[in-house]
């Protein structure tokens, strides 16, 4: 029960990180969703990464918009503010709060009904505004909260628990995310945790609007033969580009990858992204060249996943709108007012 | 033949086409006329098009100060042959006529008992000037050449105004300069004078003239909204405009040429509050303007920002609905959309400004008040006050003013270990103390959303504590009733049973019609709502006065209901008076239906005919 909070004992020799904090102090309260969700996977991916990153809790705002994986930021980092507004519309309230205060990291949790459906639009305009951010859709292909209706991401012809079958193609929310110029494009599985961790982690120090979308299988409602979001299909269809590591400039590099042809991407705030990659000529820097390897390997029934698109330059809204490096929430009267004497001059030209 | 004598007294209506260029020359004839020392209140009256369709422009020249519309005209420039004929039906009798006399128009086309006055403009431009655009644009500045001469006005004031619009663009000064004069010299040569005058006053003093929209943009800046989001609707476009205008001059760091201020053309309505939500959230004075259907759009977003108890601040700069209704015509007819928007149990706070003097100060104050009470704040203004400009009292600014940012609290008082239940009405006044996101490590964070809650914003939905959460939040509306701008109370020269209520754009038109009704011998004590909720003080008017008149600019007497649902007030006493088609409300209007409802009343002592309907035909 969410009311319940998690006791926030833990045992004293529990390793902390660069900022003193423990991994349990990235929790949240106990998660309300059906065992074995995907979604759970995914909260425990965030807490993996924010541990790992020495992210401060409550430098994190957490916004989501309506459905179960909606219910999810109160699953995780519970000293972070969190918001859950209205369905669909997350992408705008987390602009405005990114607006208000650009010192925080902004993390908006969707889901498919939620970004695909009634939010489509607001996706696509976040995604093009290059709101500094990380948005993840943890996608099932179905209404889980309203018990099995089908999303927009649902494939065609599949049968819904009702029996019902979906009409309608399903939207690629990777495929828009491309298109509509996302700077960090990236798709993953909730149960595959160590592609996933170092995906968040990369999207955390990203420039830009970082999308990740997670298949994320529904176990109550979306997880049988056929379904392209289920366990079982995306363990056996999924074709991943590379294997990314992340790395700030002061750490080591821990991860010891196996031989192979590596790239580093170096993004503009000194970030570093280590990509092993498993196919041949695979760019990540090439929007293009990633639109059609999706599109191809989505043809053949492929779940592309990886790192699929990065702008190592990528900029923010906040560079386009030359917004003040000083925290808008934090400017008093005395930065914000012209005053009594500017005033006059005002009225002198009104006359 | 009756001919109407006035000086300083008279109102000129401009019949033009839209997008000939006429707009500048009619705003110079009324700014001169300013210059002169005497007031003129005009307003534009414009189709729902880009071009080629019907405007009016209608300058009152009143040196009492009258702004509001008087209704009736003295004198007509008709430009438009299109609507020639409503035109020429509208001026009163023995007023004037002024036209482009270029072609011959048949006797029928005119009236007896007007003043025809015929210039042939079109013949003089063709004569003049080469390029097709000039000639249309000059021949307007003829005809404020020639109006000019007719009433008498001082040449040198207009070309002041010139030589200030065309600073440093001398050829174009020197070539309008030309067109005024040609036109001056034309009416001195050839044309009868006439019986209006404007003669140099001193009713003007230092007053300004500018139009709602530029002014509750710049009360934004002053009040410190830093995050603007917004989706273009007439009429509300000019307030984000002039808002990054005025940031644009105001508010760019000097040291780094960069804005403390951000705006954003959001894709709709629905995304715009979006932002000013998530701003408001967390901690950024932000406001968003608008009209009636984005309000619509808007009503989900407000209703999340009244439950979870967020500072948002809406312009609603109101037109004639409902729909797209009348899109550039003028209504007071989103108080009830407005006060109760979304769905459940819901109240807001309303203010409503009389003038663009009114716009500033209520916009910084809505600023104030929105972080003060955590909730929703409408600006609700109108067409007739947003986009017309009008002479009203200059800003004024108390450097010594701090903003109200409320109760939030700081990473110090957490510290220093403060209870902290984001929906717990800790002083009272139900309204609770609020953290912005990143304050401190390990306390104050909470998760905030539109499902019901504890007072410490944990998940509940059980039924005393909703009930602890909706009263705490009607506690609040009353503490907001304490905090809104006080109504205005213009007390009757004699004691009265009778009073009238009226708001915002009617403001004007009031104050002259009960000037009238004071000489016909009606005396009205009148209240004027600036806000809502109602303060005490409006009960007790309504508890202190027989009838009350309600005047208001729409169909269905919302502003009746809000009282008579708010303030249970028996609704017999509340008269209806109702202006709705889409022009401002005018003296001879308000005048009239008070003056008939009297004297019906009076004819018949024993009717019980307390809640006669006054409306306009239409």
Redesign the interface.
């Known amino acids: 029960m969410?009311?319940l909070a998690k006791p926030r004992l833990h045992h004293p020799a529990l390793q902390t990180n660069k900022v003193g904090y423990t991994r349990r102090d990235y929790e949240g309260k106990v998660s309300t969703l059906c065992a074995g969700c995907g979604h759970d996977s995914i909260s425990a991916a965030i807490i993996q990464a924010c541990w790992e990153l020495d992210i401060?809790?409550?430098?994190v705002?957490k916004?989501s918009g309506i459905g179960c994986s909606s219910k999810t930021?109160?699953y995780f980092l519970?000293?972070?503010?969190?918001?859950?507004?209205?369905h669909g519309?997350m992408?705008?309230?987390?602009?405005?709060?990114?607006?208000?205060?650009r010192?925080?990291l902004y993390l908006g949790v969707s889901g498919d009904g939620d970004s695909a459906s009634i939010g489509l639009?607001?996706f696509a305009?976040a995604m093009r505004?290059g709101v500094n951010m990380v948005y993840i859709v943890e996608n099932n292909g179905v209404y889980g909260l309203t018990k099995g209706q089908f999303s927009a991401t649902a494939d065609r012809g599949s049968k819904s628990k009702k029996g019902a079958i979906n009409r309608d193609s399903p939207v690629d929310l990777i495929g828009m995310a491309l298109q509509l110029g996302a700077t960090y494009v990236a798709r993953s599985f909730s149960g595959d945790k160590a592609q996933l961790v170092p995906l968040i982690k990369g999207a955390i120090g990203h420039g830009g609007a970082a999308f990740i979308d997670v298949i994320s299988p529904c176990v109550a409602f979306n997880n049988h033969a056929g379904s392209t979001k289920s366990y079982d299909y995306v363990r056996e269809h999924n074709e991943a580009v590379n294997r990314i590591d992340f790395i700030t400039p002061r750490s080591e590099i821990t991860t010891d990858y196996a031989p192979g042809e590596v790239v580093e991407v170096l993004q503009h705030d000194g970030l570093m992204l280590r990509l092993r990659k498993l196919h041949e000529g695979y760019d990540p820097t090439d929007r293009l060249a990633a639109m059609n390897h999706v599109q191809m390997h989505q043809a053949r029934g492929e779940v592309v996943t990886g790192l699929l698109y990065v702008d190592p330059d990528a900029s923010d809204?906040?560079a386009a709108?030359?917004?003040?490096?000083?925290p808008?929430?934090t400017?008093?009267?005395g930065?914000?007012?012209?005053?009594?004497q500017?005033?006059a001059g005002?009225?002198a030209a009104?006359? | 033949m009756k001919r109407i004598e006035s000086v300083n007294d008279f109102v000129v209506k401009f019949a033009n086409v839209n997008g000939s260029g006429s707009a500048s020359a009619n705003e110079l004839f009324a700014k001169a006329i300013l210059r002169m020392g005497v007031p003129v209140s005009p307003r534009n009256i414009f189709p729902s098009n880009i071009q080629g369709l019907p405007t009016w422009y209608e300058a009152r020249v009143c040196e009492k100060g009258y702004l509001g519309r008087r209704g009736g005209v003295d004198m007509m420039v008709a430009m438009n042959p299109q609507t020639w004929d409503a035109d020429v039906a509208e001026v009163d009798p023995g007023g004037y006529l002024f036209y482009d006399s270029t072609r011959q128009l048949p006797p029928s086309s005119f009236r007896e008992d007007l003043h025809v006055i015929g210039m042939p403009l079109t013949a003089i431009c063709n004569a003049t000037y080469e390029d097709a655009r000039q000639r249309q644009l000059f021949k307007n500045i003829l005809y404020v050449g020639a109006l000019s001469m007719l009433l008498g006005m001082d040449a040198q004031v207009i070309e002041t105004l010139f030589s200030e619009q065309y600073r440093g663009k001398e050829r174009l000064l020197e070539s309008n300069v030309r067109a005024l004069n040609a036109g001056r010299e034309f009416a001195r040569d050839h044309l009868d004078p006439i019986g209006l005058q404007v003669r140099a006053s001193k009713k003007v003093g230092?007053?300004?003239?500018?139009d709602g929209n530029s002014a509750a943009a710049?009360g934004c800046?002053?009040g410190?909204a830093?995050?603007a989001?917004w989706y273009p609707i007439t009429p509300s476009s000019s307030v984000a405009e002039a808002f990054q205008k005025y940031c644009s001059k105001?508010?760019v760091?000097p040291s780094?040429?960069?804005?403390?201020?951000?705006?954003?053309q959001?894709?709709?309505e629905?995304?715009?509050?979006?932002?000013?939500?998530?701003?408001?959230?967390?901690?950024?004075r932000?406001f968003t303007a608008t009209s009636g259907p984005g309000v619509s759009l808007m009503t989900?977003?407000i209703g999340?920002a009244y439950f979870?108890e967020i500072p948002v601040t809406i312009i609603n700069v109101q037109r004639g609905g409902p729909s797209t209704g009348m899109p550039t015509r003028t209504q007071q007819a989103d108080l009830l959309s407005c006060a109760y928007a979304s769905h459940g149990d819901t109240k807001h706070v309303l203010l409503f400004p009389e003038d663009p003097h009114e716009c500033f100060e209520h916009a910084a104050a809505a600023l104030d008040l929105a972080d003060r009470l955590q909730t929703p704040v409408f600006l609700m203004t109108d067409l007739d006050i947003g986009m017309n400009q009008r002479l009203c009292e200059?800003?004024?600014?108390?450097?010594a003013?701090?903003?109200d940012r409320g109760k939030v609290m700081t990473a110090e008082e957490l510290e220093a270990g403060k209870d902290f239940g984001r929906y717990k009405d800790v002083d009272g006044d139900g309204i609770p103390w609020r953290?912005?996101?990143?304050?401190?490590?390990?306390r104050g964070?909470?998760?905030?959303?539109?499902?019901t809650r504890?007072p410490y914003a944990?998940?509940?939905e059980r039924g005393p504590d909703y009930v602890y959460n909706v009263q705490r939040l009607l506690k609040k509306f009353e503490t907001a009733a304490t905090l809104v701008p006080q109504p205005v109370l213009r007390k009757a020269a004699r004691k009265t049973r009778l009073g009238v209520i009226y708001f915002g754009s009617t403001s004007p038109a009031m104050n002259e019609a009960l000037d009238s009704l004071t000489e016909v011998g009606i005396h009205l004590d009148a209240l004027r709502l600036r806000a809502f909720p109602f303060p005490e003080s409006v009960a007790q008017f309504l508890a202190e006065h027989e009838s009350v008149f309600v005047v208001e600019q729409n169909r269905d007497a919302q502003m009746r209901s809000l009282l008579v649902n708010e303030l249970e007030v028996d609704p017999s006493r509340l008269v209806r008076v109702l202006h709705y088609d889409g022009t401002p409300i005018t003296a001879r209007f308000i005048t009239e239906a008070i003056t008939d409802h009297v004297h019906a009343e009076a004819s018949t002592p024993k009717r019980k005919a307390r809640s006669t309907v006054q409306e306009q035909a239409v």
Not at chain 1, 91 to 101: F, I, Q, R
Not at chain 2, 394 to 399: G, I, L, M
């Open positions: 969410t009311y401060e809790p409550h430098r705002a916004l930021p109160d519970g000293a972070s503010h969190g918001f859950n507004t209205v519309r992408p705008s309230v987390l602009t405005g709060a990114n607006l208000a205060n010192d925080l639009g607001q305009h505004r809204l906040h709108l030359n917004t003040s490096a000083t808008l929430n400017l008093g009267r930065d914000l007012c012209p005053g009594a500017a005033l005002l009225n009104l006359r | 230092e007053r300004i003239f500018v710049l800046v002053y410190g830093t995050v989001a105001l508010r760091e780094t040429g960069m804005n403390k201020f951000a705006i954003v959001a894709e709709d629905i995304a715009s509050i979006g932002m000013v939500v998530g701003a408001g959230w967390n901690g950024a932000a989900e977003f999340l979870a200059p800003f004024v600014w108390d450097d003013r701090q903003y953290t912005l996101p990143g304050t401190h490590p390990s964070s909470y998760f905030t959303r539109g499902t504890d944990r998940y509940s």
